[in-house]
């Protein structure tokens, strides 16, 4: 579909290979914007009221439930590894060598 609408020629990789170097790109200039773990206003994370209040709407199995603050730390350092970002969410050398963007100049400012 994606060649009949744009012309382009793309393999499944060449569309997730896209999607990723999208993704970067934007983690990248969010970055630079002043994304920072350490400020709960500007980071990765939920607000306070999924952590501490009980849920009171939805599936049965959930109602009265919070999420767990140490899981939801672990899943956030999971999806990091999985980016090829470091510890604090900044995307890896290696990594923006890899999808061919290390040169890229907007998050050098």
Request: glycine residues 6%; negative net charge; proline residues 7%.
């Amino acid at each position: 579909m994606l060649y009949y609408n744009t012309g382009l020629e793309m393999s499944p990789n060449d569309l997730w290979d896209a999607a990723e170097r999208c993704s970067n790109l934007e983690r990248l200039f969010n970055l630079r914007e002043g994304l920072s773990p350490d400020d709960p206003e500007k980071c990765d994370n939920l607000v306070h009221r999924y952590f501490d209040e009980p849920t009171r709407r939805g599936a049965p199995d959930v109602v009265g439930s919070r999420l767990d603050r140490k899981k939801f730390k672990k899943m956030i350092d999971e999806y990091y590894e999985h980016h090829g970002w470091d510890e604090q969410g900044v995307p890896r050398p290696e990594t923006l060598q890899k999808l061919g963007i290390e040169n890229e100049p907007s998050h050098m400012l």
